[in-house]
């Protein structure tokens, strides 16, 4: 089955950066798009950033030019590379892969901006 299990979430100051992982087992995670939401205490779940198997990313405006998806393929991995954080980026993270039309979403791991 599809496993997602995300890591690299903390508390950083205003400006600071942080790397997300999200490592995937149970599907050919080559063959699959990945992307990763957030979601903030009273707020819908968003798409931050999505990357395709062909490796072309797309990003929500509000994090371009700050933020950068990746994938490494051999190791199964989907990272989240976050620059310039603000305390509006404070929300849980969640990795996320649409494999046979099932919608699969890890555990999310906290990011708070925050002096």
């Known amino acids: 089955q599809v496993q997602l299990v995300e890591s690299g979430g903390g508390l950083v100051q205003p400006g600071g950066s942080l790397r997300l992982s999200c490592a995937a087992s149970?599907?050919?995670?080559?063959?699959?798009?990945m992307s990763w939401y957030r979601q903030a205490p009273g707020k819908e779940r968003e798409l931050v950033a999505a990357?395709?198997?062909?490796?072309?990313?797309n990003y929500a405006d509000y994090v371009k030019g700050r933020f950068a998806i990746s994938r490494d393929n051999a190791k199964k991995t989907v990272y989240l590379q976050m620059n310039s954080l603000k305390p509006e980026d404070t929300a849980v993270y969640y990795c996320?892969?649409?494999?046979?039309?099932?919608?699969?979403w890890g555990q999310g791991t906290q990011v708070t901006v925050s002096s």
């Open positions: 996320n892969a649409n494999v046979g039309s099932i919608n699969s």
């Open positions: 149970g599907f050919t995670f080559s063959f699959y798009h």
């Open positions: 990357i395709t198997s062909t490796k072309s990313t």
